[in-house]
């Protein structure tokens, strides 16, 4: 069984840093493609970063809204994906989802882990 | 970016009828990187239909998709309560991921 959880979630204060991580399980971490993708209700659906697998030489991508202040990692050893924010902003608030992709279904996001909420605020 | 724009943004339906959501999308897109999620509420999103047509695992008979281009939809065959939700369509071909706005359907 896939699974896929995450941890790290809270309440920082503008300006601050905040670590999410991402463990999984039930697959073969180390080929699939993470993203992570978070939901507000002001903003809905909103991808932020990916990080490819090994075969792809583990290249990362980021929304605008993100780059330079994000940064996305993978420890395909112990099958974890992680989420190292800084510089956070009130509008970096809401749930952090971790996704997986795959080829099989040509990279869509075939599981979300349950989320972890992040605010930001003073 | 590609710009994902849902309609309608949210409807209500009657048990067993037939409901059609919209996904446009702004520039033209491969049928293989459209997909489209459903969210029930207090739950992730859940892969519902990906490469526009194919049902993910454990998905039900009733629901199918299609189209091309910039344009594609999802139809729901014959509504049933289970199906109160949000849905989203979002694209893979290119970076930036994006997903469209979402369609709340809830049940009359």
């Known amino acids: 069984e896939v699974k896929l959880e995450e941890s790290g979630g809270g309440l920082v204060q503008p300006g601050g840093s905040m670590k999410l991580s991402c463990a999984a399980s039930?697959?073969?971490?180390?080929?699939?493609?993470m993203d992570w993708v978070r939901q507000s209700p002001e903003k809905g659906l909103e991808w932020v970063a990916e990080?490819?697998?090994?075969?792809?030489?583990?290249?990362?991508y980021y929304a605008e809204s993100v780059k330079g202040r994000f940064t996305i990692s993978r420890d395909d050893s112990k099958s974890s994906v992680y989420l190292q924010m800084n510089s956070l902003r009130a509008e970096d608030t809401g749930i952090y989802y971790c996704?997986?992709?795959?080829?099989?279904?040509?990279?869509?996001?075939?599981?979300w882990g349950q989320g972890t909420s992040v605010t930001v605020s003073s | 970016e590609i710009v994902l724009t849902q309609s309608p943004t949210t409807m209500a339906a009657s048990p067993g009828e037939k409901i059609t959501i919209t996904c446009s999308a702004s520039?033209?897109?491969?049928?293989?990187?459209l997909h489209w999620y459903q969210q029930k509420p207090g739950f992730s999103p859940k892969l519902l239909i990906y490469?526009?047509?194919n049902l993910a695992s454990g998905v039900p008979a009733r629901f199918s998709g299609s189209g091309s281009g910039t344009s594609y939809s999802l139809t729901i065959g014959t509504m049933e309560a289970e199906d109160v939700a949000t849905y989203y369509c979002?694209?893979?071909?290119?970076?930036?991921?994006?997903f469209g706005g979402g369609t709340k359907l809830e049940i009359k």
């Open positions: 996704t997986r992709s795959t080829m099989i279904t040509l990279y869509a996001m075939d599981y």
């Open positions: 039930g697959f073969t971490f180390s080929d699939a493609w």
């Open positions: 990080i490819r697998s090994k075969a792809n030489n583990h290249a990362t």
């Open positions: 520039s033209s897109i491969s049928s293989n990187y």
């Open positions: 490469r526009t047509s």
């Open positions: 979002q694209q893979g071909s290119s970076i930036p991921r994006t």
